[in-house]
């Protein structure tokens, strides 16, 4: 499964940002998909997470309010919306997949075998 994360750039502190992640995977309607981080010198961190079937979404208590996740299974894409962004918010943005990921480990990035190359997002203030 390959991903294609796309949408970063450079803008200030309130702008908004929205980061798509794309596949070709015909199957991707049944994959569970988040969006991880890593800024700097610092470990990748969970942000947002959706289930194959939208039913259930999560959020890293920093990005809750700003930040919603969203499928369009008829596209194969996950979006991400991000608002009121922060400077704290610069970091790569990659997006993850699989099947079968439980609910337990939806912020356990080892619970993805597939990942985007991630882009690039800053926030400056």
């Known amino acids: 499964v390959q991903l294609q994360a796309s949408g970063g750039g450079l803008v200030q502190a309130g702008d908004s940002l929205r980061l798509s992640c794309a596949t070709s995977?015909?199957?991707?309607?049944?994959?569970?998909v988040a969006w991880f981080r890593q800024a700097p010198g610092k470990e990748r961190e969970f942000v947002a997470g959706?289930?194959?079937?939208?039913?259930?979404?999560f959020y890293e208590d920093s990005v809750k309010g700003r930040f919603t996740i969203s499928r369009d299974n008829t596209k194969d894409t996950v979006l991400l919306q991000m608002i009121s962004l922060k400077p704290d918010d610069t970091a790569v943005y990659y997006c993850a997949a699989d099947r079968g990921v439980i609910l337990s480990s939806i912020r356990d990035s080892q619970a993805y075998d597939y990942w985007g190359q991630g882009t690039q997002v800053t926030v400056s203030s």
């Open positions: 995977e015909q199957t991707f309607s049944s994959y569970t």
């Open positions: 959706i289930r194959w079937n939208s039913r259930h979404t």
